[in-house]
């Protein structure tokens, strides 16, 4: 709501976002950052505080309205207001009453009681065993009894048990206790026993005479009664009853002559003021029912709809009960801090208050949970929850300190009732905010922790979804509003619930029976002062009463009034009553000074204090230990990781692992494959597999049989898409290697005619369990060889020289699985032909292409998912579909270095019939004007979901937007080195800097876009000219593509390593999993990690294995000896 109330001056309703450098994002993050690392320490520490105050709040509780302990609220509306000056109506009665003291906290005392049984039989006339069921004639109603008192018999005969009349009364008195008895008072022993045992005795009119409405200034113990500062009598009558007239007259005829007795406030015993109340007691009516039904319906509705969007289908039903329990304990814990602010909460019916907090919780958690599906699946678990609540927090506290304003500005205008319920809700915000930040939070990082929520973080923002786009269902105006893709979005939902229901609860109060309800009564009673909603309270000076007469009106117990109506107006649910202010009789000699240290809390929190303490203790400490024990048995195989993470999170998110002591010389080549093996090939004549499965264990390749098969030189390796074989192509022959018997396979003779491959892969045939591999030779010819049968063929894809030769894996649609391949070669004269395999044979056709006329196409790159393929021109890159051979769209550049140039996509979904989409595109490389790694992303506008990569296969649907409706963002990154897009949509390079040797800060290369966002350590700019400059190797990374851009470095090395002056360049560097590079670094491999890899599935770029990578799990590979090797920890 803030942000719309902002739009005048900020220009838009969005909230703001804080940058990474901002203080208070900086705060929240860290401790993000920190909760979900001491997961236990902060879900204990939740427990903790809501054990301590859930715990009481049934014995601060309680639907019995006759002991100390406050009221629950019912399905019921009620209420004790006053009424202003300007409300001219007629009361339906009339509320005398007298109020008895002794000294301070005695009335219980016999002298005291058996002094008010004096004063009532002055005013009222003997009531002694008091019965007014007589049967006897009724009285003329104009007969004269003005001048003279009523006999008992006549005073009887008005009470309201022999029928209603102008003339009725009745009255209710703690000397009812003992039937108004001298004898039987005087024979009392303990008084305390017996006004606690007939607490629940009703009067003739069926009123019970509770201790709140006969006594005033109570104390409790154990919620009985121990002590009482006035005795309370009251008389209700209507406006023609002659028993009021007397009491009246009674009353300061009393205070004259019983002076010497009494001390009277007032002096002359007449009441000096009177003030219009009005009780209400309205049950919750059908139209209520409705509409709180309505609204719990809609809230469970939107929680189950935007729970549906979260792909946890393993976490679900825990986020549902996380999401219950973090509301119940919020609401419980505020329940339990109003006991003992004695707040009364039983004006309200009971199912609004669930209701308020869950609108505007759950609009806090999922912003919550989305933003921590944005963030990159490979970071850490730390890292992700900290990024997610820097993000967020600061919007959750805006709405909780804008929400607490908007309660307190209203409370001081609206009703008693309403006022309550406003503090309530405050307390409940604030609550609701502590169990976000502790107890959701620290559930949340165990369920991306444990990978139930992981998983699907990977799917939604960075892996293949198999769902067809087609198959989406129309956007709705309702779930644009639920997406915040329009004006009216679930940001403000929480705050209009609680705004119309304070609006509605008001409505209530003010649209009562007894008072005609217009417009503007409503707008002075919301802007009337609040000094005038009751009269000046009459001076009792020196008394020092426990509970003043106003203060005592306001706590009567509801069902008091619903008993009172149901005698007055049998049929109604309010009553107007004219309150005459209490006439107080003072014993004369008693001490009305209070005694030192008076309670301030309630008596039930003492009761709680002084009764439960240790079971309490007790319950606290059992409960947050079976929490522990709990939290062990259910992460009993990875509370090693989540014990350790102290040390683990601490680490940057960039992690450097070495494959040390594998080779003599400089490496020179290095394949992956697709589970994950690393293979090696140095100058020192050694081919090398590291399986990455078994701490990087290796071994040797071992050297051929014969010379004829030595391997070396080795233009080119590859292998099969199960990780079963190896190829090796060298200078004459092809060698096959069985990577899971670990022995040589066979050979077959190659020619290359003195130029190395432009292709070099596995066909798609097979004989003898061995597939064919193809080798596409500079020359424009390829040959595709059994090496079984030692059988090959050969075809001529082009008559001139090739450049470049991309191979194409076609799955073809989910109906016809069967994949097809295709190979896309470009000619130095820059021609195109498309290669198909075609029922055993290899078939080229020239592909024609609407180029640049004054310049040539200086590469191609496959789009592996989307049966394309792009062609590089020097500042243009044209997308192609694979089987029309139609551009699909053509993408500016900078002028580019050749054959720069890579790309990555994010959020893939792929329909049956290749009609895909992507959420963003990237595309780098080098400018060749600086040097500069260029960074353009291509993501939706914001009314899209996602992008429709190829309109080859029709139109896009309504959620995604073409080529032309995208959005671009470009970055750029000083001296990138050597580097390479990663499949989790990141982009990790590998580069050689200066290092100032005075204070070890590198210059700086920062660049300008992540300048206010950069996770450098220790950068420092110092004049350059008075530092020596050394050379260092660092990698870096930029994450958050489509969003503001996250960029962090890291050094290669360990400070002062000796490699860092031997090694002048880099080897190559290959893709390893789903967010690591494997670089070649002298002799060694380093594994470049960004955040967390388990390589524990297929990460080829087939997409077989990328589909595969989407429902990788998180878990420890089983134990296996280690072949000697060495593994460095950078």
Known sequence: MIWYLLYPFRGTTEAPILSPSHPLRSILTRYGRYAARHVLTTL??????????????????????????????????????PLDYKHFVEPDV?????????????????????????????????????????????NDPFSNHLSKDLSRDERDEYHVVNGLTNQSWFFHSPLQYWSCDADKIAAD???????????????????????????????????KLVAADALVITLLHLRDSPVGRQWEKKTADYASHMATQWDVFPSNGVSTGSQLYEFQFRPISMQDKVLLSLAYLLTAGYFLLSLSKVRAVKSKLGLMVTVVAQIAMAILSSLTICAFLQIDLSRIPRAAYPLVLMAMSLENIFRLINAVILTPADHKTSSRIGQAFGETGHIALAGVAQNLLMLWGLSKYVSSGVSAFCTFAGIAILFDFFYLSTFFLSVLSVDVRRTELHDSLEKTTMQNHQQSPESQPRRS??????????????????????????????????????????PMNSIRFFWKNASEDVASAPPYAGLHQARSPQSWLRLQDHETAKEVINVIKPSAHSYIARVYDPVVFVFKGSDRMPPQGIRWLPDAAHDFAHRQLLPFTVTVVVAIALVRLFMNYLLWDEMAEVGGEYDFDDQPLISVRSLGHGHDLDITKLAVTPDCHVVSVGLDRTIRVWNLHYNFASYVLDRPSSPINDPFPIFSMTMDEESNWLAILSQYRVLFWDLSKQTWGPSVAVELYGHKPEAFFFGSTRKNGVR??????HNGTMVELWPETNYFKEYVICRSSLSCVIHIVDKGPTIHPDSQSSLISLSRHGCVHRVVHHNGMWVSTEVKLWGKIDQLPQNLLAVQTFSSYMVIWSQSVDLVDLNSSKIIHTFTTEPMQSRSLRFVYRGHRNGPTKRGTVSSMTLAYISSENGDCVIQTYFPEDEYENIWFSTAAGLPSRSSCGWNETKLVVRRIENPGSWTPLRNG?????????????????????????????????HVDAPHARLKSTETWETWVLTRLEQEGNYETRPLLAPDAPAALMITELGPMVKVGYGS??????????????????????????????QSMTSRRKRRAPSKPRAPSTLLQD
């Open 772 to 777: 064919s591999v193809v080798v596409v030779r």
């Open 477 to 518: 105006v309702i779930d644009a509003v639920l997406k915040g893709k329009i004006a009216l979005s679930t940001r403000i939902a929480g705050t209009i619930v609680m705004l119309g229901f304070i609006l509605i609860a008001q409505w209530h109060f003010l649209d009562s029976e007894s008072t005609h309800f217009n």
């Open 94 to 138: 009339i509320m005398r009453s007298v109020w008895i003291h002794g000294s301070y906290m005695k009335a219980l005392d016999r002298d005291v009681i058996l002094g008010a049984l004096d004063v009532q039989d002055a005013l009222l006339g003997p009531t002694t065993n008091f019965n007014p069921r007589r049967l006897s004639k009724t």
């Open 986 to 1018: 990141c982009i990790m390079g590998v580069r050689r800097v200066y290092k100032n040797s005075h204070d070890g800060s590198t210059k700086g290369r920062i660049p300008t876009f992540a300048s206010s966002g950069l996770r450098r350590r220790g």
């Open 1077 to 1106: 590079a494997a670089v070649g670094f002298g002799n060694d491999v380093k594994i470049i990690t960004l955040g967390n890899e388990w390589f524990d599935e297929h990460a080829d770029e087939s997409p077989k294995n990328e």
């Open 44 to 81: 204990l520490i939740s427990v903790a505080v809501a054990g301590t105050l859930i715990y009481p709040f049934p014995f601060l509780y309680t639907t019995d309205f006759t002991n100390a302990a406050s009221n629950l609220p019912l399905h019921v509306w009620t209420d004790a207001q």
């Open 189 to 223: 022993e303990n008084f305390l026993d017996t006004v606690n045992e007939k607490k629940t005795q009703s009067t003739s009119v069926n009123v019970t005479l509770r201790h709140s409405i006969v006594f005033s200034g109570k104390t409790f113990e154990d919620r």
